[in-house]
């Protein structure tokens, strides 16, 4: 019998060690580019039908577990697991929406505080690793959000479900590996969206108000200090919240720091590299070792694995930690700025286009492209 589950459902049949195998239908190069962890890869054609070859494939791979299907969107697993069902395999299920649906998968992470009045959530979109957040006073029943991606209901859920109301939107940055959603958010409920001043000379087009270093918003009583933090980005801004936590978005992660070509191309990676550098050392590690930073990204790999961290589970690191931990963090200028600039990572797919979207010159026109542009786990990570 052919079954359909949500890619909710397969998450945590994942996070619970059910034993099934996952088979994914696409081409090998999709396939290879990126996957659901311990997906296997058969490649079918509807239009061909599955080989005598392939079903002894399956046969070996399935040694009688479940089987669950996948492809793009659908439209491959779908008559794949039809013809299974018909050679007697009679557990299989087919992803919904597929990849596409699993690329729009988040979870609300508490983050523990030091203040009963302060709440943090960390938003986590499981495919790609991006991170939002949400930062609020119970007190003042109100909360900020960061970085929200484009599914922006999540957003509205989770705040709605801690007893707050959004009274702000902020972008860290101008994002290159997915089409942010704080602009849209901010409209939808007709709230300010905020970015770091320079943003100005990046050409943003949407509506914002700026803010600058060292300016001061508060939440009630929660009082969130903006820092310029210039290197992965021109108009990077960082957050620190209640002197607790620090939003780094993609200046500083838990395992790496972020690449600067995005923006300033690869002949002048090096100026982003100097300024990244000094962001770093003059801003950011002048904070008590206590401090938390929580980044914009975990690092997701091409086939699905975390690698630092669990999915569900917070994601955060002490300065003090990293400061002795991450090797980056120990170089001199030019040894960090040689580390950066010679190479780099496989840049993000489409990330001019992101770009451009996400600084309003270009415009997005269903969800089907949106989805297509977004496809792949991020590499914003040096």
């Known amino acids: 019998m052919v079954k359909n589950i949500t890619a909710e459902q397969l998450a945590d049949r ?12 696409r081409p090998e190069d999709s396939f290879e580019a990126w996957h659901v962890r311990d997906a296997e890869n ?32 659908g439209l491959t697993s779908t008559p794949f697991a039809f013809e299974l069902d018909e050679h007697g395999h009679d557990d299989v299920s087919i992803v919904t929406g597929g990849m596409e649906a699993w690329s729009k998968l988040h979870e609300i992470v508490p983050i523990e505080t030091s203040s009963d009045d302060l709440v943090v959530r960390q938003v986590q979109r499981r495919a790609k690793g991006c991170l939002g957040y949400i930062v609020g006073s119970k007190e003042a029943e109100e909360a900020v959000v960061f970085d929200a991606t484009r599914q922006t ?9 801690a007893g707050l109301s959004i009274t702000r939107v ?115 590690l002048t904070l008590p070792d206590d401090t938390v930073i929580l980044p914009g990204h975990l690092t997701v790999t091409s086939d699905g694995r975390y690698e630092n961290g669990s999915p569900g589970e917070p994601l955060e690191a002490r300065i003090g930690d990293l400061r002795d931990e991450l090797d980056f963090l120990g170089l001199d200028r030019e040894a960090f700025v040689e580390r950066l600039t010679e190479g780099a990572p496989e840049k993000p797919p ?33």
Do not use: W
Request: glycine share 8%; proline share 3%.
């Open 153 to 161: 209901d999540q957003f509205k859920i989770a705040v709605q479900d």
């Open 42 to 73: 058969v490649p079918y054609d509807p239009d061909e039908g599955l080989s005598e070859d392939q079903l002894n494939e399956v046969n070996a791979l399935v040694d009688g577990r479940p089987i669950v299907a996948i492809c793009g969107k």
């Open 350 to 382: 489409n990330y001019e286009s992101v770009i451009a979207i996400n600084t309003g010159k270009e415009t997005v026109n269903d969800e089907g492209e949106a989805t297509e542009l977004e496809l792949g786990p991020n590499n914003c990570a040096a």
């Open 170 to 284: 902020f972008d860290t940055h101008v994002h290159a590996d997915h089409i942010s959603g704080s602009s849209a958010l901010a409209d939808e409920i007709s709230v300010p969206y905020h970015l770091g001043e320079a943003a100005s000379e990046r050409g943003v087009e949407y509506e914002y108000e700026p803010l600058s270093d060292g300016e001061t918003i508060e939440v009630g009583d929660i009082e969130i200090e903006a820092f310029h933090t210039p290197g992965h980005t021109s108009e990077m801004m960082n957050y620190l919240v209640d002197g607790e936590f620090l939003l780094t978005g993609d200046t500083l992660f838990v395992d790496s720091v972020g690449r600067t070509e995005l923006q300033f191309g690869d002949d002048d990676a090096s100026h982003g590299a100097e300024l990244l550098y000094d962001s770093l050392h003059e801003t950011i």
């Open 14 to 25: 994942i996070d619970a060690d059910e034993q099934f195998t996952l088979i994914d239908t």
